[in-house]
């Protein structure tokens, strides 16, 4: 028997409102330590069994900065990286989540570079010691940043919320953290939203010169 398109489309429909319906919303507010001031553009996420789709994205470098700083991609994205200043740029990562090295170029790179595997992967660029941006992929697609007012709401599936009950387990990265290879982690009450987080976080860095380290670690590789 034949089924039409138009049923199939149906229940396609209903069990999308389904989960849909079911998906709880996290609400989080993220704050400096010791203080009510908000922290923006924290990636916050919770491990869901919805995985999110690979997609292609950009990171472009002008006036000698990457922009965005912070890129949020799925597992298996493809991230371009072409260059709009008038002067050539020489981007790398030797971060775990990524190994990469594309010399020195102007316009576009012959290929984007594939996010493979979770992680935090830091850039730099060989030519501008000043230059840092960051790609946060992931495996979850219950995943977000902060706002300016340091909110982020998260719609997570009802199986990321099974057997816990009582807390959920967060995970949060910002650039500024003493240690930002790795998110921190924190449990909020189920149910107590919206929750706060406060984040202990590193000063803003120099516009120059704050890349003395990365530098380093790349002129011994």
């Not at 919303?25 to 330590?33: A, G, K, P, R, Y």
């Not at 940043?145 to 995970?171: C, F, H, K, N, Y």
Request: glycine share 4%.
């Amino acid at each position: 028997m034949r089924v039409s398109a138009i049923a199939v489309l149906a229940g396609l429909l209903m069990s999308a409102m389904a989960v849909t319906a079911n998906a709880y919303e996290l609400s989080v507010t993220v704050t400096l330590d010791g203080s009510t001031e908000p922290v923006a553009n924290a990636v916050v996420s919770v491990d869901s069994a919805r995985p999110a789709t690979p997609v292609s994205a950009e990171i472009y470098q002008k006036d000698r900065a990457f922009h965005p700083h912070v890129l949020v991609v799925p597992v298996g994205s493809s991230v371009d990286f072409p260059n709009r200043d008038n002067t050539q740029h020489h981007v790398y990562s030797f971060s775990p989540a990524k190994t990469f090295n594309i010399e020195l170029y102007a316009d576009r790179p012959a290929a984007p570079i594939v996010f493979d595997k979770p992680g935090i992967v830091e850039l730099g660029c060989n030519i501008h010691d000043h230059m840092q941006g960051f790609v946060v992929v992931t495996d979850t697609a219950a995943v977000g940043q902060t706002d300016a007012s340091g909110q982020v709401t998260l719609s997570i599936a009802p199986q990321a919320t099974e057997g816990s009950q009582e807390r959920v387990t967060i995970e949060i990265w910002h650039p500024r953290l003493p240690d930002n290879t790795r998110p921190v982690t924190r449990e909020i009450e189920h149910g107590s939203e919206p929750a706060v987080v406060a984040l202990n976080l590193e000063p803003e860095p120099a516009a120059e010169g704050s890349l003395d380290r990365l530098q380093q670690r790349f002129r011994e590789l």
